[in-house]
């Protein structure tokens, strides 16, 4: 059911919600860009590797545009579940989860633990100087990604609490 735009916004329980949908989707859609910029100048230095990381810059940004319409319309589930899904394709386990399970906050959540686990490698390719971008402009985004997966795996988020 849609948060609507009912009474003032101190009185609407959705209000936080819809303010933390649309701040999540400004989020996924700068990181949608950065991922995308970096997967595609670091290809020749990493042997096409990175454009594992641009394709999931893709699937940031359907989920931004998801939670921006979210935030927007109020229709807060209806967006989660496009973000999960966005999220569940954008990595190996991510979509391996969800063919299994049929289950898109599993693979959103498989997503995430995904990038967390292999953040320690991609920090250390930018880092070396394996990667023609400068090791903290990679790091930084890294940073940021995996702080919102690490943040909904904790339930921080969205209107039912879950999070892509």
Same mark, same amino acid.
């Given at each position: 059911?849609?948060?609507?735009?009912?009474?003032?916004?101190?009185?609407?329980?959705?209000? *936080? /919600?819809?303010?933390? $949908?649309?701040?999540?989707?400004?989020?996924?859609?700068?990181? #949608?860009?950065?991922?995308?910029?970096?997967?595609?100048?670091? =290809?020749?230095?990493? &042997? @096409?590797?990175?454009?594992?990381?641009?394709?999931?810059?893709?699937?940031?940004?359907?989920? /931004?545009?998801?939670?921006?319409?979210? @935030?927007?319309?109020?229709?807060?589930?209806?967006?989660?579940?496009?973000?999960?899904?966005?999220? $569940?394709?954008? $990595?190996?386990?991510?979509?391996?989860?969800? /063919?299994?399970? *049929?289950?898109?906050?599993?693979?959103?959540?498989?997503?995430?633990?995904?990038?967390?686990?292999?953040?320690?490698?991609? @920090?250390?390719?930018?880092?070396?100087?394996?990667? /023609?971008?400068? *090791?903290? =402009?990679?790091?930084?985004?890294?940073?940021?990604?995996?702080?919102?997966?690490?943040?909904?795996?904790? #339930?921080? @988020? &969205?209107?039912?609490? $879950?999070?892509?």
């Amino acid at each position: 059911m849609p948060c609507g735009l009912t009474g003032n916004a101190l009185n609407n329980p959705c209000s *936080g /919600a819809r303010t933390r $949908s649309t701040l999540h989707g400004v989020l996924d859609l700068g990181l #949608g860009v950065a991922k995308i910029t970096l997967g595609i100048l670091a =290809a020749p230095e990493t &042997g @096409g590797l990175s454009l594992y990381g641009a394709y999931s810059g893709f699937t940031n940004l359907v989920s /931004a545009g998801a939670e921006l319409y979210g @935030g927007y319309s109020g229709n807060l589930e209806g967006s989660e579940r496009v973000a999960n899904y966005a999220a $569940s394709v954008g $990595s190996v386990s991510g979509l391996t989860t969800l /063919a299994i399970t *049929g289950n898109a906050q599993y693979g959103a959540n498989a997503s995430a633990i995904e990038g967390l686990a292999f953040a320690g490698a991609t @920090g250390g390719l930018a880092s070396t100087g394996a990667m /023609a971008v400068p *090791g903290l =402009a990679d790091n930084t985004v890294s940073v940021i990604d995996n702080g919102a997966g690490a943040a909904g795996l904790i #339930g921080v @988020g &969205g209107c039912s609490g $879950s999070r892509h």
